[in-house]
């Protein structure tokens, strides 16, 4: 089902949102640096860094923002990818309820610039009790968005495509 455009536009000002809280902290390296040979379905000659870990992409005072693992899978010319945030304090979902995980799943299109976002997930993680629990979720695909520069995704366009 696609979102209507109240719907979208509010998932995508939270995106929005999340990268203008995260772009100011400092960019962190991983330890990713040995390219290793696509997997099959990628484009023909290019290489992918290394998926088996998370990969941090931004890391500020409030919170730290992740390329999770196991990115890379292709479906035509779309390689899907998770992106997480962890926040050092609550914040409140949609539905009112406090999290302090977020992840956005979605997929890029390398050649085209362009991608799409899928599922979105807001977790507790308590730590006290060690219990992790999703207290929101919406799995919709949003609109086929343009990839701008200084954005996560064209953070996340250039570790999955390797630019």
């Known amino acids: ?9 509010n ?9 203008l809280f995260v772009a100011h902290g400092a960019s962190a390296k991983s330890d990713h640096n040995e390219p290793t ?15 088996d870990k998370d990969i941090v992409l931004r890391k500020n005072a409030q919170s730290t923002l ?4 196991g990115w890379g899978k292709a479906e035509g010319p779309f390689v899907w990818y998770t992106v997480s945030a962890h926040f050092n304090a609550e914040q409140l979902s949609p539905n ?3 999290f302090n995980l977020f992840s956005l ?16 997930s807001y977790m507790y993680f308590d730590a006290k009790t060690k219990s992790l629990n999703e207290v929101f979720f ?20 250039a570790i999955i495509c390797n630019e």
């Open 37 to 51: 040979p696509a997997k099959a379905g990628a484009q023909k000659g290019a290489h992918k860094l290394s998926n």
């Open 96 to 98: 009112g309820k406090p």
């Open 1 to 9: 089902m696609l979102l209507t455009k109240p719907a979208f536009l």
């Open 105 to 120: 799943s979605g997929a890029l299109d390398c050649k085209e610039n362009h991608f799409f976002f899928y599922r979105t």
């Open 66 to 69: 992740y390329l999770l693992s």
């Open 138 to 157: 919406k799995k919709a695909k949003s609109d086929v968005i343009p990839i701008s520069p200084d954005t996560i995704e064209s953070s996340v366009k």
């Open 11 to 19: 998932q995508y000002c939270l995106g929005v949102l999340l990268a």
